[in-house]
């Protein structure tokens, strides 16, 4: 069933939108429904409405660790760039679910706050970032995090812990229950302004000599497999540079998948799939997926190229 955007007037909506329009990969195929909330109250009222009408939600955060399939996402999806502010309040710092994780750094070093610098960047969403733990260079967002309002899917709001969260290795309680994260909130320590922008910047020359900024991306693709880097495994098991369609394994870093030239999310997913298997043939390693993939292969009445 199609979103009854009807019913909410006030609430910008896109019909048959290209979501690659919004990945980092400038990949993934069409939302029946894209929306744009601007308050809590139209979140609220988005997912009621899809609930009450049996239309299935997707939130997308900043679209940075994601491949959206070429079939695109039935339903509503949700995305939050009017969810940005940014509070400093004493030692903590709440954002909101769209703000930028690095534009949240930024905030806390302007205040003279540490203890988030490992994600000066990392460039998703702050309601991505929680929703996955998202981590870098030894630090991960449940070494700062405090707590978290989130949306559950029977349209109530509620503040979840720490310990609710359940935070482990790129996952959390999120992931699981369905809900939307609204914000964050940091627990941060009084820090010297300068040694803070320096630290930032140190890791911002070392993600810029590693990773393949240049380059449309997803991000890291693979978790690091227990005992092991997954770049290197790529590299011994000679993928390095091999190239399916527009996507290519990084000649910078066999960590990342690079869009080269026009590819798809079909792209993206065939050399993957061609990566775990070799990895599994080659060292008996189960490589599993850190990027999150979302959507349809094809869309409801077309065929697939494959089949």
């Given at each position: 069933?199609?979103?009854?955007?009807?019913k909410?007037?006030?609430?910008?909506?896109?019909?048959?939108?290209?979501?690659s329009?919004?990945?980092?990969?400038?990949?993934?195929?069409?939302?029946?429904?894209?929306?744009?909330?601007?308050?809590?109250?139209?979140?609220?009222?988005?997912?009621?409405t899809a609930?009450?009408?049996?239309?299935?939600?997707?939130?997308?955060g900043?679209?940075?660790?994601?491949?959206?399939?070429?079939g695109?996402?039935?339903?509503?999806?949700?995305?939050?760039?009017?969810?940005?502010?940014?509070?400093?309040?004493?030692?903590?710092?709440?954002?909101?679910?769209?703000?930028?994780?690095?534009?949240?750094?930024?905030?806390?070093?302007?205040?003279?706050?540490?203890g988030?610098?490992?994600?000066?960047?990392?460039?998703?969403?702050?309601?991505?970032?929680?929703?996955?733990?998202?981590?870098?260079?030894?630090?991960?967002?449940?070494?700062?995090?405090?707590?978290?309002?989130?949306?559950?899917?029977?349209?109530?709001?509620?503040?979840?812990?720490?310990?609710?969260?359940?935070?482990s290795?790129?996952?959390?309680?999120i992931?699981?229950?369905?809900?939307?994260?609204i914000?964050?909130?940091?627990?941060?320590?009084?820090?010297?302004?300068?040694?803070?922008?320096?630290?930032?910047?140190?890791?911002?020359a070392?993600?810029?000599?590693?990773q393949?900024?240049?380059y449309?991306?997803?991000?890291?693709?693979?978790?690091?497999?227990?005992?092991?880097?997954?770049?290197?495994?790529?590299?011994?098991?000679?993928?390095?540079?091999?190239?399916?369609?527009?996507?290519?394994?990084?000649?910078?870093?066999?960590?990342?998948?690079?869009?080269?030239?026009?590819?798809?999310?079909?792209?993206?997913?065939?050399?993957?799939?061609?990566?775990?298997k070799?990895?599994?043939?080659?060292?008996?390693?189960?490589?599993?997926?850190?990027?999150?993939?979302?959507?349809?292969?094809?869309k409801?009445?077309?065929?697939?190229?494959?089949?």
């Amino acid at each position: 069933m199609n979103f009854p955007t009807d019913k909410l007037p006030n609430i910008e909506f896109k019909n048959d939108e290209p979501l690659s329009k919004y990945t980092f990969t400038k990949t993934g195929g069409n939302a029946d429904t894209l929306a744009f909330p601007k308050t809590r109250e139209e979140l609220v009222q988005i997912v009621n409405t899809a609930r009450e009408n049996d239309v299935k939600i997707t939130i997308i955060g900043n679209a940075s660790n994601l491949i959206i399939k070429d079939g695109g996402i039935r339903g509503v999806v949700i995305i939050l760039p009017n969810f940005n502010k940014i509070e400093v309040n004493g030692n903590q710092v709440t954002a909101e679910a769209g703000a930028t994780i690095i534009d949240t750094t930024i905030a806390a070093q302007k205040a003279g706050l540490t203890g988030i610098e490992f994600a000066a960047g990392i460039p998703g969403s702050v309601g991505g970032a929680v929703f996955m733990n998202a981590g870098a260079y030894g630090g991960e967002i449940t070494n700062a995090f405090l707590s978290a309002e989130v949306l559950l899917p029977d349209g109530k709001i509620r503040t979840f812990t720490h310990e609710q969260m359940d935070f482990s290795y790129r996952h959390s309680v999120i992931q699981e229950n369905g809900g939307i994260v609204i914000s964050g909130t940091f627990q941060l320590k009084p820090g010297d302004k300068e040694q803070i922008q320096d630290e930032m910047d140190r890791l911002n020359a070392l993600r810029r000599s590693k990773q393949p900024l240049e380059y449309p991306s997803c991000g890291s693709v693979f978790k690091r497999p227990t005992g092991h880097f997954t770049g290197p495994l790529i590299i011994k098991a000679g993928l390095q540079g091999h190239i399916i369609g527009g996507a290519q394994v990084s000649m910078k870093h066999a960590g990342f998948i690079v869009n080269i030239n026009h590819a798809t999310a079909t792209d993206y997913m065939d050399l993957i799939h061609l990566i775990q298997k070799t990895i599994k043939k080659d060292f008996d390693i189960d490589l599993q997926t850190e990027v999150r993939i979302i959507g349809d292969d094809t869309k409801v009445g077309e065929v697939s190229a494959n089949s």
